[in-house]
């Protein structure tokens, strides 16, 4: 039997059909967080480059690592770096069969969710006090 537009088989659902909830935000910040990864290794690179071509390289741009707009870069790529670890821990979890009810999913999501902030926020104020104290 051919397939086509009056064949009466269940569609797969479309986001329309989702009610959104915090494990389905977590799932796609994972994703975004991942493809967010790779492109902060590429300025890690850069950054390290930049260090190994000597200080009158690393100079030209200390202003702006060292700036507010570099403190916001530091904090959000410790942010991506946190939500994807502690996200990755759950997905481990996850494997050995624990944590998979959604009550407990959910709610783990909105603890891995905050624990990220809270990662980056601390992170971010030791490395401004320890580069402000310099």
Request: net charge positive.
């Amino acid at each position: 039997m051919a397939s086509g537009w009056n064949d009466k088989r269940p569609m797969s659902p479309h986001l329309q059909v989702w009610r959104w909830h915090p494990t389905m935000l977590s799932s796609i910040l994972h994703r975004a967080s991942g493809i967010a990864l790779y492109f902060a290794i590429l300025k890690l690179c850069l950054f390290l480059a930049l260090l190994a071509a000597g200080p009158k390289a690393f100079g030209k741009m200390a202003g702006i690592i060292f700036s507010p707009l570099g403190a916001f870069g530091f904090f959000v790529v410790c942010g991506v770096i946190s939500f994807h670890l502690l996200n990755g821990i759950r997905h481990m979890l996850w494997d050995s069969g624990r944590g998979l009810e959604p009550k407990t999913a959910n709610a783990v999501s909105i603890g891995i969710i905050a624990a990220a902030a809270l990662l980056a926020i601390a992170l971010t104020w030791l490395m401004i006090s320890a580069v402000g104290g310099a």
